[in-house]
Each structure stands twice: as C-alpha cells, then as structure tokens.
C-alpha cells in the first residue's frame, strides 16, 4: 500500500494550490483518506478527510471555506485544492489513511490512521 503526495510549491498569499494523492494498493472508494500538515514547531494537524461511503468532507476551522477535498475513483486519487492561501498555510502536506467519525453533535472528526505518505512542501509568501 503506497500514497504518493504531489503538488506543493511556492505560491504568494492569496494565491491556489491543488494537490494530488495516488494511491496503490488500496482503492479511494472504499478507504477514507486524509490531508494532514506539520508546519516547523507546531502539532501535527488534520486539514481535511473525505469519506470512503458517501464522500462527505471534513475540514479544519483553519481552513473551512478555503480549501476543498474530492477523489477522483477511476484514478485513485484524492485531491485537495487550496484557494486564498495565507502564510500560515505554510507546512509539509501528506496524504495519510484516515479514521472517520460522527461526533455527538453530528459533525465529523478524523484521525490519521496507519498509511501515510511522503509529504509534500507548500510555502505561501510573498
């Protein structure tokens, strides 16, 4: 089972990034999938994950309204586009395993779980 993360790079705030994961050994549809990002000093943190049953997101608060998971079944990937890019985006991104759940308050949570792959640097400045 392999995740190959792909897409980072320098962009100037306000700028897009899109972001690839394929995967090999393990079909999309059937296992969620998640973004998660360490930036220098900080915590490692779970950006966004996509649902392997109906496809339903998770995201961050940081990042609720700027940036938006998909998965591509015929490819095997999953995507993460960034819009409206901040500094704080700064951080190596990689595409993980992920554990789904419904909260008591009906929203959802994630958590990596056991694959993860090589990440990828997106650096927002100007």
């Known amino acids: 089972v392999q995740l190959q993360a792909s897409g980072g790079g320098l962009v100037q705030p306000g700028g897009s990034l899109r972001l690839s994961c394929a995967a090999s050994g393990l079909t999309s549809d059937v296992t969620p999938i998640g973004w998660f990002r360490q930036a220098p000093g900080k915590e490692r943190e779970g950006v966004s994950c996509i649902s392997s049953t109906d496809g339903s997101p998770y995201y961050a608060d940081s990042v609720k309204g700027r940036f938006t998971i998909s998965r591509h079944n015929a490819k095997n990937t999953v995507y993460l586009q960034m819009n409206s890019l901040k500094p704080e985006d700064t951080a190596v991104y990689y595409c993980?395993?992920?554990?789904?759940?419904?909260?008591?308050?009906?929203?959802?949570?994630?958590?990596?779980?056991?694959?993860r792959g090589q990440g990828t640097q997106v650096t927002v400045s100007s």
């Open positions: 993980a395993t992920a554990r789904m759940f419904i909260e008591p308050d009906y929203s959802l949570s994630c958590y990596e779980n056991d694959v």
